[in-house]
C-alpha cells in the first residue's frame, strides 16, 4: 500500500535557490520552472527574495517596464502551477498605492492567492533598501487589483493547506527574521507552524554559521519548521557575493541546507513533521499562553500531498545516541557530569560520605559504579567510603565476577563478596519452592535477597544505596519490584540502554585508563542479562535479557518516538521501517512494539513509586518529573491501531 504523508502529519517542501540573471524576468522564470520540473514528487517550493526581477536591481526598480513584467510573469508561473498542481512562493517587486513594495507572492494551483510585503527594510551599511521599496505598515490597502482579480495584500496574511489544517504557512522576507522581535513569533502563536522566509542575504566572513544558528534558533523559539531560501551567486556582485545558502530547519534541527556559491540551480527537499510541531505545542504552556497582538487573515490553498516513501527526513535509528563521534563524546561528557553533581547534591545534603552499590559486572552496575567514584572525587571523599558490594548467585559467571572485583580493586573502593546461594536456597525452603523450577519465584527471590543485603548494608556503614536500574529497563518493567527497582538514589534512571553502552565506553576513554579501561571495553561487550539462570556448561551467559524483551535498540527508539514525541503506534512502526529497513522485517519490528506498549503500559505501577535520580535528557519517566501516568491505564487503544495496520496491510 502507496502510504502519503498528510496520512502521517507530514508535508513535503523544497526550497530553490535558481540560477539567475539581474533583471532577466524571462530567464529568472524559466530558471524557477526548470528547478521545479527537475525534483520529483514535491509539490511545495519555497524560492527567495526577488527572485523573479534579482534582488540587485538598484535603481533598475524605479524602471516602470520592470515592475510590469514581473507582475505579468506572476501569472505566467501561476499557470504553470496550474499545470503542475503546485504552490510557489516567489519574491517579486510590488506596485500599490504610490509606493513599491518587497513582496512574496503565494501561488497555488493556478491562483495567486496573497502578497506579502517586508516589513523591516535594512537601509545600513550595504543595504539601500528604503531607497526603492516601503514597508508592509505603508501600505493604503488590503487588496490589490490586477486584470480583474482581487488579490489580499498585507503582512497579516497566513495561509491553510487544504486536508492539513495544522500546516499553516507564515511568511518572513529576509530582515524581518533578523530582527529583534520578527513577524514569526506572532505568526507562530496565531497558528502558523510552518515559517517562510525569502532571503537574499549577500556573504561575508561568519555569516554562513551566524545564518544556519538564526534559522535554527527561529525554527527552536517558535516550535515551528522554518524554510529560508537564499539568492545565489547569479546576483550582482558590484559590491557583494551571494552564496545561495539555503536551509530548512524544524523545531531547533536543520533537516537540509544547500552547498554555497553554486550558479546552477540548487535544490533542498525536506520532510516537515507537522504533527510533531503540534504536540510540541501542546506540551508546552508557555507557548500556550502566549496571545498574538496581530490579527491575521486566514487563506486556504490546496496542498497536493505527496508519497511518503522515501521519506525525506533523518531518521535516527538511535534517537539518544548521536551518529558523529564528537557530538556523542559531548553528549556522554555532559550526563556524566549531571550523574555525578546530582549524587554529589544528594551526599552533601544528608552530610554522608558512605555509599553502598551492588556490582554484577554489567553495563548499569558499572556506570553507576563509575559515577560514584567521580562523585567521591568531586567531594574530595575517600573512594574507600565507597562499599562496592558483589553477590554471586545461581546465574553469575566467572566473566562478569572477575571484572566485577578487578574493577573495584582498581578503582580503590571497597569490595565486598557475599554469596546468595545458601540465603536464598533457605528461602524456597521456607516458601516450599522447588528449587529446579526456574519460574519468575526463583528469579525474583535472587533479586529481592540482593536488595535486601545492600539495604542492610546500607544500615550498617551508615552510607547511601545507588540504583543502577536504567531508563529502558523502567519503561519495560524489567525490573523486579522491591528488589532492583529499589533504592536510595538511583543515578541511571534517566539513561537509555544503548545510550549507557556508548556512556562505559567513554569512560573507558577520558575518564579511566589503563586496565581499567580495559576491564570496561570487556563490560561492553557482555550481553546483557539479569544472569539469575544458571550459566551454560561452558560457564557463558545463557539468560540474555533482549531474547526475552526484545531488542534495546527497538525498544528506546519505541520509547523516544511514544513519550518524548507522543506518536501513534502506526506512525512510529511507519518510522521504524524507515530507520531499521536493513535491520528488522516489518513483522519484527510489529511484534516488538506491541511487546512493548504491552509492558510500557501494565508496569506503570513500578514507575510509580521510584527513588529520585537526576533527569539527563528529553525523556524521562520519573512520576515528579515530566512523566504522569495512571497505573491503571488501559492499553486496548493503542494495540487496536497497531491492530487496524495489520489488518489493512494483509487486505492489500
Not at 578503582?411 to 528449587?435: K, M, N, Y
Not at 545507588?466 to 523486579?480: F, K, M, Q
Not at 519490528?589 to 539527563?616: A, E, N
Amino acid at each position: 500500500m502507496e502510504t502519503r504523508l498528510s496520512t502521517h502529519g507530514l508535508v513535503r517542501i523544497g526550497v530553490v535557490s535558481p540560477e539567475h540573471r539581474v533583471a532577466d524576468i524571462a530567464f529568472n522564470c524559466e530558471q524557477i520552472r526548470q528547478a521545479v520540473n527537475a525534483t520529483a514528487d514535491c509539490r511545495f517550493f519555497l524560492l527567495p527574495e526577488l527572485c523573479v526581477t534579482a534582488y540587485s536591481c538598484g535603481d533598475l526598480f524605479f524602471q516602470s517596464l520592470l515592475i510590469e513584467q514581473a507582475q505579468q510573469a506572476l501569472f505566467e508561473l501561476a499557470e504553470f502551477s496550474a499545470e503542475k498542481q503546485l504552490t510557489l512562493v516567489v519574491g517579486t517587486p510590488v506596485a500599490q498605492g504610490g509606493r513599491l513594495f518587497n513582496c512574496a507572492a503565494f501561488i497555488s494551483c493556478g491562483q495567486i492567492l496573497g502578497l506579502v510585503p517586508k516589513t523591516f527594510l535594512p537601509n545600513t551599511q550595504e543595504f539601500y533598501e528604503e531607497r526603492w521599496f516601503s514597508s508592509s505598515a505603508d501600505r493604503s490597502a488590503d487588496f490589490v487589483e490586477w486584470r480583474g482579480e482581487t488579490i489580499p495584500f498585507g503582512s497579516d496574511l497566513l495561509f491553510r493547506a487544504e486536508g492539513l489544517s495544522d500546516c499553516t504557512i507564515g511568511i518572513e522576507i529576509c530582515e524581518d527574521g533578523w530582527v529583534a522581535n520578527p513577524p514569526s513569533g506572532q505568526m507562530a502563536v496565531s497558528g502558523a507552524t510552518v515559517l517562510l522566509n525569502l532571503s537574499a542575504s549577500p556573504e561575508l566572513l561568519g555569516k554562513e554559521a551566524y545564518r544556519r544558528t538564526l534559522v535554527q534558533a527561529n525554527s527552536a523559539r517558535c516550535l515551528a519548521a522554518y524554510v529560508y531560501a537564499s539568492a545565489g551567486p547569479g546576483e550582482s556582485s558590484t559590491d557583494l557575493v551571494f552564496s545561495g545558502h539555503s536551509l530548512i530547519a524544524e523545531n531547533g534541527v536543520v533537516l537540509a541546507e544547500t552547498e554555497r556559491f553554486k550558479f546552477d540551480s540548487q535544490t533542498i527537499v525536506a520532510d516537515i513533521d507537522i504533527e510533531r510541531l503540534v504536540n510540541e505545542r501542546f506540551k508546552n504552556n508557555s507557548f500556550a499562553a502566549s496571545r498574538s497582538e496581530n490579527g491575521y487573515r486566514l487563506i486556504d490553498f490546496p496542498l497536493s500531498d505527496a508519497l511518503a516513501t522515501p521519506l525525506l527526513r533523518p531518521v535516527p535509528a538511535t534517537p539518544f545516541v548521536p551518529v558523529a563521534a564528537e557530538e556523542r563524546a559531548e553528549r556522554c561528557h555532559e550526563i556524566f557530569e549531571i550523574q555525578t553533581t546530582g549524587l554529589a547534591k544528594r551526599l552533601r545534603h544528608v552530610n554522608c560520605c558512605r555509599a553502598v552499590i551492588g556490582i554484577s559486572g554489567g553495563l548499569d552496575s558499572t556506570l553507576a559504579l563509575l559515577v560514584t567514584v567521580k562523585a567521591f572525587d568531586k567531594l574530595g571523599y575517600d573512594r574507600s567510603g565507597i562499599e562496592a558490594v558483589t553477590m554471586p548467585g545461581f546465574g553469575t559467571t566467572g566473566r562478569t565476577r572477575g571484572n566485577a572485583e578487578r574493577l573495584a580493586e582498581l578503582l580503590g573502593v571497597t569490595l565486598r563478596v557475599i554469596s546468595i546461594d545458601a540465603a536464598v536456597r533457605q528461602h524456597f525452603a521456607d516458601l516450599g519452592h522447588d528449587e529446579t523450577v526456574h519460574n519468575i519465584t526463583y528469579e525474583n527471590s535472587q533479586a529481592r535477597e540482593r536488595t535486601q543485603l545492600l539495604m542492610n548494608i546500607s544500615n550498617q556503614v551508615g552510607g547511601l544505596l545507588i540504583g543502577t536500574g536504567d531508563l529502558s529497563e523502567l519503561a519495560l518493567g524489567w525490573c523486579t519490584y522491591n528488589g532492583d527497582h529499589m533504592s536510595m538514589y538511583g543515578v541511571n534512571g534517566g539513561v537509555p540502554k544503548t545510550l549507557v553502552r556508548y556512556l562505559v565506553a567513554w569512560c573507558a576513554e577520558a575518564e579511566f585508563a589503563g586496565e581499567t579501561g580495559d576491564i570496561l571495553i570487556d563490560v561492553c561487550e557482555t550481553p546483557v542479562s539479569p544472569e539469575l539462570l544458571p550459566p551454560h556448561e561452558n560457564g557463558e551467559i545463557k539468560q540474555r535479557t533482549e531474547d526475552k524483551v526484545g531488542p534495546y535498540l527497538l525498544h528506546d527508539f519505541f520509547l523516544y518516538h511514544c513519550v518524548r514525541l507522543q506518536f501513534r503506534p502506526a506512525k512510529i512502526l511507519f518510522l521504524a521501517q524507515q530507520a531499521f529497513a536493513d535491520q528488522f522485517s516489518d513483522e519484527v519490528l510489529r511484534q516488538w512494539l506491541q511487546v512493548f506498549y504491552r509492558r510500557f503500559f501494565s508496569q506503570q505501577f513500578k514507575r510509580s513509586c521510584l527513588p529520585d535520580g537526576p533527569k539527563v535528557g528529553s525523556v524521562v519517566l520519573s512520576p515528579r518529573g515530566d512523566w504522569r501516568m495512571p497505573s491503571d491505564a488501559c492499553v486496548a487503544l493503542w494495540l487496536k491501531d497497531l491492530e487496524q495496520l495489520e489488518t489493512t496491510d494483509s487486505d492489500d
